[in-house]
C-alpha cells in the first residue's frame, strides 16, 4: 500500500526552486529528526545530488504534519507520526525512499 505525504519547509531550506526542477518519480530519502524541538515526529526530507564528484544529500524540508481535524483554527496534526514510528522501529541511521509526486505543492509518495 502506498501513502501520500505533503512535503513542507521548502521555503526555510530555499528548496523551491530545486524541487519545481526535479522530475515526477525522483527518489527522496526520508529520515528522522528525533531532536527537532518544533515536531515529536519530524521527518527530514532529501535529495540526492553529486559535488566535486561526491555524491550528497540536501534537505529539501520535511514530511507535512497534516492539520488537526475539527479545530477551526489551523494547528498542526501527526499524520507524520506513523512513518516516525516506522523508521523509529528501524534504528538510529534508518532511512527510507520516498518518490516524488507530480503536482504541487510537493508530495512523496510512501511504500507503507
Not at 529520515?31 to 561526491?54: K, P
Amino acid at each position: 500500500m502506498k501513502a501520500i505525504y505533503s512535503l513542507v519547509g521548502l521555503k526555510f531550506f530555499d528548496a523551491e526552486p530545486i524541487m519545481r526542477e526535479l522530475e515526477p518519480g525522483t527518489t527522496l530519502i526520508l529520515r528522522r529528526e528525533r531532536a527537532n524541538q518544533h515536531d515529536v515526529n519530524a521527518i527530514a526530507v532529501y535529495i540526492s545530488a553529486r559535488s566535486s564528484g561526491e555524491e550528497i544529500a540536501i534537505q529539501v524540508g520535511y514530511v507535512g504534519r497534516g492539520r488537526k481535524p475539527d479545530v477551526p483554527k489551523y494547528e498542526p496534526g501527526d499524520e507524520n507520526a506513523p512513518l516516525a514510528a516506522r523508521l523509529n522501529a528501524m534504528g538510529d541511521d534508518a532511512q527510507l525512499e520516498g518518490t516524488l509526486v507530480a503536482g504541487w505543492p510537493p508530495k512523496i509518495e510512501v511504500e507503507e
